[in-house]
């Protein structure tokens, strides 16, 4: 009976994953995520889409700054953190940046898969992921 205990616990650890969250709670997190860290860009908004095949996560945000790498960051790694607890499997991500004296927003396009070797797993270089995974429009 002992070993039946110890391999039931051994079986529910190695099982054990991240919890996974609805897209409402999901919702909730991107917002206190925002609203918590003083360095945030401000955000303006999120949606979940289906774009095709594609199961889509964008985020809207507004920067002071006319300079948008501190942004590109920082928004990639939000989604992956992100993608990484949502029920949604999410394929790829959006990011569309307003800027000071722009007209247009900046988007920026990049596969969630992709984004977490970089983000998440630390597999690939931040060069790699720019180069590699990352698309950026209108500039």
Same mark, same amino acid.
């Given at each position: 009976?002992?070993?039946?205990? +110890?391999?039931?616990?051994?079986?529910?650890?190695?099982?054990?994953?991240? /919890?996974?969250?609805?897209?409402?709670?999901? !919702?909730?997190?991107?917002? &206190?995520?925002? %609203?918590?860290?003083?360095?945030?860009?401000?955000?303006?908004?999120?949606?979940?889409?289906?774009?095709?095949?594609?199961?889509?996560? %964008? $985020?809207?945000?507004?920067?002071?700054?006319?300079?948008?790498? &501190?942004? +590109?960051?920082?928004?990639?790694?939000?989604?992956?953190?992100? *993608?990484?607890?949502?029920?949604?499997?999410? *394929?790829?991500?959006?990011?569309? $940046?307003?800027?000071?004296?722009? *007209?247009? /927003?900046?988007? !920026? *396009?990049? !596969?969630?898969?992709?984004?977490?070797?970089?983000?998440?797993?630390? @597999? $690939? @270089?931040?060069?790699?992921?720019?180069?590699?995974?990352?698309?950026?429009?209108?500039?």
């Amino acid at each position: 009976m002992k070993y039946l205990i +110890i391999f039931i616990y051994l079986i529910n650890f190695i099982m054990a994953t991240t /919890p996974k969250y609805s897209d409402e709670k999901i !919702a909730i997190m991107i917002q &206190e995520y925002f %609203q918590s860290n003083k360095d945030a860009p401000e955000l303006l908004g999120y949606h979940f889409y289906k774009d095709k095949k594609e199961q889509m996560i %964008q $985020i809207e945000i507004n920067s002071k700054n006319i300079e948008i790498n &501190e942004e +590109i960051l920082f928004g990639f790694k939000i989604i992956s953190i992100i *993608t990484n607890i949502s029920k949604t499997q999410f *394929t790829k991500s959006n990011l569309i $940046i307003y800027t000071p004296n722009r *007209t247009l /927003p900046i988007i !920026a *396009t990049s !596969a969630i898969e992709c984004s977490n070797n970089f983000f998440i797993k630390n @597999s $690939i @270089s931040e060069f790699l992921w720019r180069k590699n995974c990352l698309t950026i429009n209108n500039i």
